[in-house]
C-alpha cells in the first residue's frame, strides 16, 4: 500500500520535474549572463594586472567568447554528463565544490526544519488546548517576537550572549577543526556548533507552525467527528492523539514542504553569520567572485532539492489524508 | 404493571450564558421502544440529545435537571463513570453522515477502536467483531471495506457505518439525532427500517429526532413535540396522529403529512409551514405558543401552562385540552 503510493506519487511528480529543472538552468543561466562582468575580470583584479590580449585569452579559454546560445547549448551538453564545469577562480570542480558543501547544510536545514515542525507541532497543540487562556496568550506573545525577529539578528545576538559573554558555544564554524572527537565526543561536538544556527535558522518557522497548529486544532474541535469520538467514550487524550491532531498535521505539513525551499535561502544568511561551510557560504562567495559555475550548480542542486522536498510532501500528505486521490 | 425507564430525563434545562435554550424537559423511554422527538429547527431537540450524554456545544450547560440512567444521574456522574456510558451504554448517531467519521481514519478502524474501548478484546477479536457488525447493518464485502475511509462511502453507506459502530457494544440506548436527514428518500427508508430491525433486536430503548412526521408515523412508538424548548406533547403515535390535543401538534400535521383516507403518507415536508416563527423562548409570561396560536382564550396568557395528563400516557400543555368543553375538535 505504502510503496503503491510512492509509486503513484514519483510517477506524478517526475515527468514535471525535468522540463522544470531544464527551464530553471536556463533562466538561471540568461539571469547570470545579464549581470556587469564575469569571471575574468575577478581573475584579472586578483593577480592585479592584465592586458587587453590576456583577457581576451582568458575569455576564450573559459569558453566566454560563445555566443550566448551556444554557452547555453555547451552548459547543457555537459549537464547531461553530469559536468557542472569547473570553478574559474578556484580551479575545482563545482560538483565537488558543491558536493563537499552539501551535507552540512542539508545537516543544517533538516534540523533547522525538525525542530520548527516539532516545537510549532507542540505549542501550537498546547496553545489550542488552553485557548484564549494565559499559557496561550502567553506563548502568543513569544511568538509574535520570534516572528518579528529576524534569524540573522537573532544568530548575532545569541553569538554576542551564548559565545563572546559567556563562553558556552563556538560562534564560527561546524565542527572543531583537527580535534579527531570520535563517538559520542564527536556527536556533542557537531551539536554545540550546530545549536545556535540551527535555532537562528528555524524561529521564524517554528511561530509559523505553532500558529497553524493552533489554528487547525481549534478547527478540528468542532467538527462533527469529535463530537462521534467522543461519543464513543474515548479518553480526551486519544481523542486528540489519533483524531484530531492527525487531521491538524495535514495543513501544517504541507506548509512546511513548501518551505524548504525558503530555509535554504535562509540558510545561505545564517550559514555567513555563523561560518557555517555549507553551500550557502560557498554560494555568496562565488556571487561575489562572479564564479558563475559554482552558483550555477548551487541553484541547480537547491531547485533538485525543492522538487525531492515536493515528493516528499506529497508522499507524506497522500499517507496522512487519504482523501487525496492521487492518479 | 410498572418498569422501569431506561432513560428518565427530568426537569432538565440547558442554557447559553446569553439566553435558556431548553426549559425543564422531561420525558422517559422504555426499553425496547422507540421514542420520536418532533419540533421546528431551532427548537432545541439536538441540545436535548446532547445533554443526555453531556455532549453539548461549547458555552451551552446543563442549567438544571436529571439525566437517570441505569440508576445514576450522568448530569453529575464525573467524567471517568461518563466515559464508561458513552458509546456503551447510550450512543449517539449524527445527522451528517458526510462528517461525523474521520476522514483519515478507515472506518474499521472507528468501528474497532469503540469496541475495543469497552470490551477487553484482543484487536484480532475486536476486528471479527467488527466485520460481523457490517453484515449485520448490510455492508456488502466487509472484508474489503474495512480497510476503506469514509470518502470510499455513499452517505446511505456511512449512515450504516455509524449505525455498526453504534450498536457495536449492545448499547441499553440508542439517541439518532436526524439521522436520516441528510439522505434521500429511499435511502431513508431503508436506514430506517435497519434501525427498526436492530432495536427489535436487540431490544434497544431509540431516542429518534426528526423533522418527518412520515418517519415519526411509520416507525415511533411515541411521539414527543417540541416547541421553543419545551416538549408541548406526548402521546402514543396513533393517538397523536388521529387527535393531537396541542395547537402546535395539529399545525404541524396540516402543514407536513398528507392525510388521505386516515393514512400518514411518507412525505419530506419539512416542520416550516406553521404561520409565524418560534417565539423567543425567553419571554415567558403565558404559553410559549400563545403568540402564533389561533385557539388563545384568556387562561392561556396566565402562565406556562404545565404538561398535564390528556389520558394514561398522554400529556399535553395546553390548557384547553385538559378541559373538555374547551377542547378543539379540529381532527375529530
Ligand atoms: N451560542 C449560543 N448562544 C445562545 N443560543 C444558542 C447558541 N447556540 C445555539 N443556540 C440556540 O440553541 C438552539 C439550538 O437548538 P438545537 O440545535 O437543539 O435545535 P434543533 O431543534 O436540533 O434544530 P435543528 O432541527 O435545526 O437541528 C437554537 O434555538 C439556538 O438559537
Ligand atoms: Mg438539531
Same mark, same amino acid.
Given at each position: 500500500?505504502?510503496?503503491?503510493?510512492?509509486?503513484?506519487?514519483?510517477?506524478?511528480?517526475?515527468?514535471?520535474?525535468?522540463?522544470?529543472?531544464?527551464?530553471?538552468?536556463?533562466?538561471?543561466?540568461?539571469?547570470?549572463?545579464?549581470?556587469?562582468?564575469?569571471?575574468?575580470?575577478?581573475?584579472?583584479?586578483?593577480?592585479?594586472?592584465?592586458?587587453?590580449?590576456?583577457?581576451?585569452?582568458?575569455?576564450?579559454?573559459?569558453?566566454?567568447?560563445?555566443?550566448?546560445?551556444?554557452?547555453?547549448?555547451?552548459?547543457?551538453?555537459?549537464?547531461?554528463?553530469?559536468?557542472?564545469?569547473?570553478?574559474?577562480?578556484?580551479?575545482?570542480?563545482?560538483?565537488?565544490?558543491?558536493?563537499?558543501?552539501?551535507?552540512?547544510?542539508?545537516?543544517?536545514?533538516?534540523?533547522?526544519?525538525?525542530?520548527?515542525?516539532?516545537?510549532?507541532?507542540?505549542?501550537?497543540?498546547?496553545?489550542?488546548?488552553?485557548?484564549?487562556?494565559?499559557?496561550?496568550?502567553?506563548?502568543?506573545?513569544?511568538?509574535?517576537?520570534?516572528?518579528?525577529?529576524?534569524?540573522?539578528?537573532?544568530?548575532?545576538?545569541?553569538?554576542?550572549?551564548?559565545?563572546?559573554?559567556?563562553?558556552?558555544?563556538?560562534?564560527?564554524?561546524?565542527?572543531?577543526?583537527?580535534?579527531?572527537?570520535?563517538?559520542?565526543?564527536?556527536?556533542?561536538?557537531?551539536?554545540?556548533?550546530?545549536?545556535?544556527?540551527?535555532?537562528?535558522?528555524?524561529?521564524?518557522?517554528?511561530?509559523?507552525?505553532?500558529?497553524?497548529?493552533?489554528?487547525?486544532?481549534?478547527?478540528?474541535?468542532?467538527?462533527?467527528?469529535?463530537?462521534?469520538?467522543?461519543?464513543?467514550?474515548?479518553?480526551?487524550?486519544?481523542?486528540?492523539?489519533?483524531?484530531?491532531?492527525?487531521?491538524?498535521?495535514?495543513?501544517?505539513?504541507?506548509?512546511?514542504?513548501?518551505?524548504?525551499?525558503?530555509?535554504?535561502?535562509?540558510?545561505?544568511?545564517?550559514?555567513?553569520?555563523?561560518?557555517?561551510?555549507?553551500?550557502?557560504?560557498?554560494?555568496?562567495?562565488?556571487?561575489?567572485?562572479?564564479?558563475?559555475?559554482?552558483?550555477?550548480?548551487?541553484?541547480?542542486?537547491?531547485?533538485?532539492?525543492?522538487?525531492?522536498?515536493?515528493?516528499?510532501?506529497?508522499?507524506?500528505?497522500?499517507?496522512?489524508?487519504?482523501?487525496?486521490?492521487?492518479? | 404493571?410498572?418498569?422501569?425507564?431506561?432513560?428518565?430525563?427530568?426537569?432538565?434545562?440547558?442554557?447559553?450564558?446569553?439566553?435558556?435554550?431548553?426549559?425543564?424537559?422531561?420525558?422517559?423511554?422504555?426499553?425496547?421502544?422507540?421514542?420520536?422527538?418532533?419540533?421546528?429547527?431551532?427548537?432545541?431537540?439536538?441540545?436535548?440529545?446532547?445533554?443526555?450524554?453531556?455532549?453539548?456545544?461549547?458555552?451551552?450547560?446543563?442549567?438544571?435537571?436529571?439525566?437517570?440512567?441505569?440508576?445514576?444521574?450522568?448530569?453529575?456522574?464525573?467524567?471517568?463513570?461518563?466515559?464508561?456510558?458513552?458509546? *456503551?451504554?447510550?450512543? @449517539? #448517531?449524527?445527522? /451528517? $453522515?458526510? =462528517?461525523? !467519521?474521520?476522514?483519515?481514519?478507515?472506518?474499521? +478502524?472507528?468501528?474497532?477502536?469503540?469496541?475495543?474501548?469497552?470490551?477487553?478484546?484482543?484487536?484480532?477479536?475486536?476486528?471479527?467483531?467488527?466485520?460481523?457488525?457490517?453484515?449485520?447493518?448490510?455492508?456488502?464485502?466487509?472484508?474489503?471495506?474495512?480497510?476503506?475511509?469514509?470518502?470510499?462511502?455513499?452517505?446511505?453507506?456511512?449512515?450504516?457505518?455509524?449505525?455498526?459502530?453504534?450498536?457495536?457494544? *449492545?448499547?441499553?440506548? @440508542? #439517541?439518532?439525532? /436526524? $439521522?436520516? =436527514?441528510? !439522505?434521500?428518500?429511499?435511502?431513508?427508508?431503508? +436506514?430506517?427500517?435497519?434501525?427498526?430491525?436492530?432495536?427489535?433486536?436487540?431490544?434497544?430503548?431509540?431516542?429518534?429526532?426528526?423533522?418527518?412526521?412520515?418517519?415519526?408515523?411509520?416507525?415511533?412508538?411515541?411521539?414527543?413535540?417540541?416547541?421553543?424548548?419545551?416538549?408541548?406533547?406526548?402521546?402514543?403515535?396513533?393517538?397523536?396522529?388521529?387527535?393531537?390535543?396541542?395547537?402546535?401538534?395539529?399545525?404541524?400535521?396540516?402543514?407536513?403529512?398528507?392525510?388521505?383516507?386516515?393514512?400518514?403518507?411518507?412525505?419530506?415536508?419539512?416542520?416550516?409551514?406553521?404561520?409565524?416563527?418560534?417565539?423567543?423562548?425567553?419571554?415567558?409570561?403565558?404559553?410559549?405558543?400563545?403568540?402564533?396560536?389561533?385557539?388563545?382564550?384568556?387562561?392561556?396568557?396566565?402562565?406556562?401552562?404545565?404538561?398535564?395528563?390528556?389520558?394514561?400516557?398522554?400529556?399535553?400543555?395546553?390548557?384547553?385540552?385538559?378541559?373538555?368543553?374547551?377542547?378543539?375538535?379540529?381532527?375529530?
Amino acid at each position: 500500500m505504502a510503496a503503491g503510493r510512492v509509486v503513484k506519487v514519483l510517477s506524478k511528480t517526475l515527468p514535471q520535474a525535468v522540463p522544470t529543472m531544464l527551464g530553471i538552468v536556463v533562466l538561471n543561466f540568461l539571469l547570470l549572463k545579464m549581470l556587469p562582468g564575469d569571471v575574468a575580470d575577478t581573475i584579472a583584479m586578483e593577480a592585479g594586472s592584465a592586458t587587453a590580449e590576456s583577457m581576451a585569452a582568458l575569455r576564450e579559454r573559459l569558453g566566454l567568447n560563445l555566443g550566448l546560445f551556444d554557452q547555453v547549448l555547451v552548459y547543457l551538453n555537459n549537464l547531461i554528463h553530469l559536468d557542472l564545469g569547473k570553478s574559474a577562480r578556484l580551479g575545482a570542480p563545482v560538483t565537488t565544490l558543491i558536493l563537499g558543501r552539501l551535507p552540512d547544510t542539508l545537516m543544517l536545514v533538516l534540523t533547522a526544519l525538525g525542530f520548527a515542525l516539532v516545537t510549532g507541532v507542540l505549542l501550537g497543540w498546547i496553545m489550542s488546548a488552553f485557548a484564549g487562556k494565559w499559557p496561550d496568550r502567553l506563548i502568543s506573545v513569544v511568538l509574535i517576537f520570534v516572528y518579528a525577529m529576524p534569524g540573522f539578528w537573532l544568530g548575532l545576538m545569541a553569538i554576542v550572549l551564548f559565545s563572546v559573554k559567556l563562553g558556552w558555544l563556538p560562534s564560527n564554524g561546524s565542527a572543531s577543526i583537527g580535534a579527531n572527537y570520535q563517538g559520542w565526543a564527536y556527536f556533542i561536538d557537531r551539536l554545540r556548533y550546530l545549536v545556535m544556527p540551527a535555532l537562528a535558522l528555524s524561529l521564524f518557522y517554528a511561530a509559523i507552525y505553532a500558529r497553524l497548529t493552533r489554528s487547525a486544532m481549534l478547527e478540528v474541535q468542532q467538527q462533527d467527528f469529535m463530537r462521534t469520538a467522543a461519543a464513543k467514550g474515548l479518553h480526551p487524550i486519544v481523542m486528540q492523539f489519533r483524531h484530531a491532531l492527525r487531521n491538524a498535521l495535514i495543513p501544517v505539513t504541507t506548509v512546511a514542504g513548501m518551505h524548504l525551499g525558503n530555509m535554504l535561502g535562509g540558510a545561505m544568511v545564517i550559514e555567513t553569520v555563523f561560518g557555517w561551510p555549507g553551500m550557502g557560504s560557498l554560494a555568496l562567495d562565488s556571487v561575489i567572485n562572479r564564479d558563475f559555475a559554482v552558483l550555477l550548480g548551487i541553484l541547480l542542486l537547491s531547485s533538485l532539492l525543492v522538487i525531492l522536498a515536493n515528493v516528499i510532501v506529497d508522499i507524506l500528505q497522500s499517507w496522512l489524508d487519504p482523501r487525496i486521490e492521487l492518479r | 404493571m410498572k418498569t422501569v425507564p431506561v432513560l428518565e430525563v427530568l426537569d432538565l434545562a440547558i442554557g447559553f450564558p446569553a439566553a435558556r435554550a431548553v426549559h425543564g424537559v422531561s420525558f422517559e423511554i422504555h426499553k425496547g421502544e422507540m421514542m420520536a422527538l418532533v419540533g421546528e429547527s431551532g427548537c432545541g431537540k439536538s441540545l436535548t440529545a446532547f445533554a443526555i450524554m453531556r455532549l453539548l456545544p461549547p458555552g451551552a450547560r446543563i442549567q438544571n435537571g436529571q439525566v437517570i440512567f441505569d440508576g445514576t444521574d450522568l448530569a453529575t456522574i464525573s467524567p471517568r463513570e461518563l466515559r464508561r456510558i458513552r458509546g *456503551n451504554g447510550i450512543s @449517539l #448517531i449524527l445527522q /451528517e $453522515p458526510m =462528517t461525523s !467519521l474521520n476522514p483519515v481514519l478507515t472506518v474499521g +478502524v472507528q468501528v474497532a477502536e469503540i469496541i475495543r474501548q469497552h470490551q477487553n478484546l484482543s484487536r484480532a477479536a475486536a476486528k471479527a467483531r467488527v466485520l460481523e457488525l457490517f453484515d449485520l447493518v448490510g455492508i456488502t464485502e466487509p472484508h474489503k471495506r474495512y480497510d476503506q475511509y469514509p470518502h470510499n462511502f455513499s452517505g446511505g453507506m456511512r449512515q450504516r457505518v455509524m449505525i455498526a459502530m453504534a450498536v457495536a457494544c *449492545n448499547p441499553a440506548l @440508542l #439517541i439518532a439525532d /436526524e $439521522p436520516t =436527514t441528510a !439522505l434521500d428518500v429511499t435511502i431513508q427508508a431503508q +436506514v430506517m427500517d435497519l434501525l427498526d430491525k436492530l432495536r427489535r433486536e436487540l431490544s434497544m430503548a431509540v431516542l429518534l429526532i426528526t423533522h418527518d412526521l412520515g418517519v415519526v408515523a411509520q416507525w415511533a412508538d411515541r411521539v414527543a413535540v417540541m416547541y421553543a424548548g419545551r416538549i408541548v406533547e406526548t402521546a402514543p403515535v396513533q393517538k397523536f396522529f388521529s387527535a393531537p390535543q396541542h395547537p402546535y401538534s395539529m399545525g404541524l400535521l396540516n402543514s407536513s403529512v398528507s392525510n388521505g383516507e386516515g393514512a400518514w403518507h411518507y412525505t419530506n415536508h419539512r416542520l416550516s409551514e406553521i404561520k409565524g416563527s418560534v417565539a423567543s423562548a425567553a419571554q415567558a409570561t403565558g404559553c410559549s405558543f400563545a403568540p402564533r396560536c389561533r385557539h388563545v382564550i384568556a387562561p392561556c396568557h396566565g402562565g406556562q401552562p404545565k404538561l398535564e395528563a390528556v389520558e394514561k400516557g398522554w400529556l399535553a400543555t395546553c390548557c384547553r385540552a385538559q378541559n373538555q368543553e374547551e377542547r378543539i375538535h379540529e381532527f375529530a
